[in-house]
């Protein structure tokens, strides 16, 4: 098992921020998951409060995750914009019906856009560290 994940990372190698903030996996080894599954609806963004794999601290300090809220401001906003420019412009839909259908929209995205915007948030500020499984300890911001 662990040689097979040795194999895959020197074969993958590092992964691109974004895509590691899509796949909600540590930013310091790439390997742990960032929230606790399945997922609750009751608890939307639980998470861990480290990395199984590499110790990175999920939670650093009170309010970190003050950010990701803006970032899901402006990717819901810009989001749900060219949802309702396009129910208007392309299919001719009347202003209330793309609200009615945004509405839609909006409660089906809420909770991925919520944990993406903590994963990106987080794989931001972090550096990813090729020696982190070998090196287990408590780590806040990519030590």
């Not at 856009?113 to 931001?124: A, E, K, M, T």
Request: hydrophobic share 45%; glycine share 8%.
């Amino acid at each position: 098992m662990k040689n097979q994940k040795k194999l895959k990372n020197k074969i993958l190698g590092k992964r691109n921020f974004v895509v590691n903030a899509v796949l909600c996996k540590c930013p310091r080894c790439q390997d742990g998951d960032l929230f606790v599954k399945p997922m609750n609806v009751a608890k939307p963004v639980d998470m861990p409060q480290q990395c199984p794999v590499c110790g990175q601290q999920y939670l650093p300090e009170p309010g970190f995750y003050y950010g990701a809220m803006f970032l899901s401001y402006i990717m819901s906003g810009f989001f749900f914009l060219g949802v309702v420019g396009c129910c208007i412009m392309v299919f001719g839909m009347t202003v209330n019906s793309a609200m009615l259908l945004l509405i839609g929209v909006a409660v089906l995205t809420y909770l991925p856009l919520l944990r993406f915007s903590r994963s990106l948030w987080i794989n931001l500020l972090v550096k990813y560290n090729p020696k982190a499984r070998e090196e287990i300890r408590a780590t806040t911001f990519g030590d």
